[in-house]
C-alpha cells in the first residue's frame, strides 16, 4: 500500500484546473484567438473542476443517480478534451462535433447500468470505457497523415493513459470490495498519472495550436513571396506596352497612318483596360487578407448584379462581336455580400469575354435551385477556347500559375478567379468549373439562398 490522501489528490487537481484555465484566458487575450476548440476544452476543465469536487467531498457509498451524474461528467471531460487534440486542425462543424457526442453517450447509457454495482465492479468498467477512448484518439493521432510531431507525442503519450487506465481497470476488477479512494498500487499509480496528464494535455495543446499556426504562417508567407513575384512580372508586361505604345504614337504622331493608329488605339484600350482590372483585383485580394473587407451580407437581387454587369461589358462585347445574354429573367434572390458577389460576376464574364473567340456566344443560365439545400447555382457559359484538365485543377489556388493569352491576346495572371474563390468561401459559396479544350468553358458558382 501506498500512504497517499486520494482526496487530497483530487483537491489538488481541481485547483490545478483553475490555473489552466485563467492560463488559457490569458492565451486568449493576448493572440485575440476565435477558436470553437478552445471553447470546448476551457468546458472540459470546468466540468473537471466540478467532478473533482464532488469526488472529493462525497462520503460513503453514494446513491445511484450521482452515480450516474458523475460518470457522465467524466465521460465528457475526456471526450472533449480528446475531440479538441484529435480534430484540432479541422474548421469546427458543428454537425460534425454533434455526431461524434455519441461516444460519450453511448458510454453514459452503457455505465448507468452498473450504478447499483460495487465500487470495484464501477472503477473496472468507467477506467476501461476512458481507456478506451484514449486509445481511439492515440490511433488517430498516430496513424492518420498531416499530423505534426507534438500530436504525434501527444499520440504516444495518450496510448500509455490507456494503457494505465487498462492496468486501473484491472486491478480494481482483481481486488474486489475496493473503493474510488483505494490507495492500492494497482489504482494510485494509474490515478496519479492521469492527474499528472490532466497537467500536461492543456501544455500540449497550446503548443499543438502555435505549432499549426507557425506551418500555416510559413506556407502562407512561401504562397504569398510566389503570388507576389507573378503579379510584379505580369505588371511589367502591360505597363511596359503601354510605354511603347504611347511613345509610337507621340514621337510619330504625323506620320501614323489613320489605320495603323486605330490599331494603337485599340491596343492602348485594351492594355489600360487588362491593367486597371489586374491593379483592382489585387486591391481587393490585399483588402480581403488584411481583413479590410467587411462582410455585409442581405439578400441580393442576382439577376440585376448580373444585367449591371453585362451593360459593363457593352464595349468589350461589340469590339470582338460576341453575343452576351442572361437566359433567366426572373427575379432571384441570394443571401451574400453584394460589393463581393459584383466582383466575382464581373471576374467571370471578363474571363469569358478574354477567351471567347471574335463571333462567340456568352451565356448567364440557371443551373439550379436547391431549396432543401437552401443553395442556387448559376453558370457562365462560353464557346470558346476551353481549359486543360490540369489547368481546372489548378487555377484556384493561389500558389499556382495558371495564366493564357486571351484570343486576342490579352493577357492575364489568373489573380481574379483565385478572388472569386476567396470572396464566395466568405459568403458560404462555391465555384467549380467545367471545361474542354477547344469547345468552352462553364464556370459555376453556388450561393445561399437565404440566411440559415
Known sequence: MIDIDVRTLFVFSAAANIFIIALFATYIKLYKVKNPIINIFMLSRLLGIVFLIMISLRDGAPKPIEIIINTTINLFIVFYEIYCISFIERKFDSKHFKRFLLIPIFFSIALSFFSSSSASERITVVSLSVSMMYAFTAYILLTEKGKTKIQFLTGYILALASLALLMRSLGAFFEVGTEVTSINYMLILPLIFFLILNLVIPLLLIFILKEKDNLKLTELNKSKDKFFSIIAHDLRGPFGGLHQIGELLWLNKNKISEEKREKLTKALYQNSKNTFNLLDNLLKWASANAGLIIYEPSQLNLHKIVLNNLRLFNSQVKLKNLTLRCNFDRELFVYAD????????????????????????????????DKIKNTCAIAIVDNGIGMAKDSQLNVFEIDATVSTLGTDNESGTGLGLKLCKEFLTINKGTIWIESNENKGTGVFISLPIENK
Request: aromatic fraction near 4%.
Open 338 to 369: 453584394s460589393d463581393m458577389i459584383d466582383t466575382v460576376i464581373r471576374n467571370i464574364i471578363s474571363n469569358a469575354i478574354k477567351f471567347t473567340p471574335n463571333g462567340g456566344e456568352i451565356e448567364i443560365i440557371l443551373d439550379k435551385v
